[in-house]
């Protein structure tokens, strides 16, 4: 059927007009609607999943109580299990590479290694190494062979040198501002004998290489009870208090803020139940 061209032109008009003013309607509605949800950007993505990206490389030398391997071949210890559950906190995993201390140094300050734990801080670490808060204290103590009442005599490790004693000592441990003044002074520095590990000195005082050596209190009281010494070797009353221990962090690798965060848990941590009976679990060894 034919529509008359006046109908025509109207009902193309209509449908015209009712086309804009959908469009219309759509315009305004997609003005109001509500913003999408904001997009992370890769940037912030990177620090949202941060934590459980973390991870160090964490360096030791066997040095009961604080680090050593245990029969199950799993590495544990004081500094192990306090620096472990301030990683876990943090949601960190720890990477643990076994060296001799001084080889270690070199490898935090080289960036091969993230952090090292049980250190006392020094002017000359401070340059390649962040220092952590202090989580414990330390307290180093002169070790003799029993039965030799002249050396149980002495009140002092001057008394030793002015003996012409030989004192063992670890390479690269710091044993306060005292024993280091001595190692500067040229009259008294070749009275001192170093080795790469306690259990040296041990042999070497057994030997009769040496008259005395300096140990950590744990370390030594651990040593001497192990290898069953106790009739052999026994602790002099000269004892050398460091003071706080701290773990190094290698500049090369880990930042401040990681650090700062480190601190942080730490702080947490050294609140809680669990610290006291981590430090009492050894205390009571």
């Known amino acids: 059927m034919k529509i008359p061209n006046f109908w025509l032109i109207l009902v193309v008009s209509f449908v015209l007009m009712s086309c804009t003013q959908e469009h219309a309607s759509q315009s305004n509605a997609a003005q109001t609607a509500p913003p999408e949800p904001e997009v992370v950007s890769e940037s912030n993505a990177a620090d949202a999943t941060v934590k459980s990206d973390c991870a160090f490389r964490l360096g030791f030398d066997v040095w009961a109580p604080y680090q050593f391997v245990d029969l199950n071949n799993q590495v544990s210890g004081l500094d192990i299990e306090l620096i472990s559950d301030v990683a876990s906190l943090m949601d960190c995993d720890l990477e643990f590479v076994q ?6 140094l070199q490898g935090l300050e080289n960036g091969n290694i993230d952090m090292l734990l049980g250190a006392s801080k ?11 808060l ?3 204290q330390e307290e180093f103590v002169l070790y003799i062979r029993t039965n ?3 050396f149980a005599a002495f009140k002092s490790i001057d008394d030793f040198i002015q003996n ?4 063992g000592l670890v390479s ?7 024993i280091s003044s001595m190692l500067d002074s040229e009259d008294k520095a070749d009275h001192f004998v170093f080795g790469i590990m306690g259990e040296l000195n041990v042999a070497r005082l057994l030997d009769m290489d040496i008259d005395a050596y300096l140990e950590d209190s744990f370390v030594g009281a ?12 026994e602790p002099h009353s000269i004892r050398i208090t460091t003071g706080d ?9 880990v930042t401040e803020a990681q650090v700062e965060a480190f601190n942080v848990a730490l702080a947490n941590y050294k609140m809680s139940d669990k610290y006291r009976t981590v430090l009492n679990k050894y205390t009571n060894l």
């Open 99 to 104: 060296g001799t201390w001084r080889d270690l």
């Open 122 to 132: 020094t002017p000359a670490r401070e340059t390649f190494a962040h220092f952590s």
């Open 134 to 136: 202090p989580y414990r």
């Open 148 to 150: 030799e009442p002249e």
């Open 164 to 167: 012409g004693s030989k004192i």
């Open 172 to 178: 690269e441990y710091f044993y306060g501002d005292e």
């Open 222 to 233: 651990s040593i001497i009870r192990r290898k069953a010494l106790s009739s052999m070797i």
């Open 245 to 253: 221990i701290y773990v190094m962090f290698s500049k090369s690798n």
